[in-house]
């Protein structure tokens, strides 16, 4: 029975040959397996952002966020999606926050 890192690592090849709903089917096994894998549900976010879901997509990454809030890159992915919503005040404070998180500052 593959693992959850398996799961993650074919999901993430999936999504890099651009079949996204492939890979979140991985991905979604993977977070089956540990609901705490703050990456795997990132990587949901990015998929369903491919897939222009993004109120879903926001959920995703908003979870990775709650698993490990102190993640840079988290912030970072949930500004870019606010943005593509057009909810730039939130976007720009998501930036915010992960600026004021990455090391040295």
Do not use: C, W
């Amino acid at each position: 029975m593959p693992t959850k890192e398996e799961h993650f690592g074919k999901g993430l090849t999936l999504y890099g040959q651009n079949k996204y709903e492939e890979a979140m089917a991985e991905l979604q096994k993977a977070v089956g397996m540990d609901p705490s894998f703050a990456d795997a549900h990132l990587a949901i976010g990015h998929a369903l952002h491919k897939l222009k879901r993004l109120s879903e997509a926001v959920v995703a990454v908003k979870r990775a966020i709650e698993i490990n809030p102190q993640e840079p890159m988290y912030h970072t992915s949930l500004s870019t999606v606010y943005r593509d919503m057009g909810m730039i005040p939130e976007a720009e404070e998501e930036m915010a926050t992960s600026f004021q998180l990455q090391p040295g500052h």
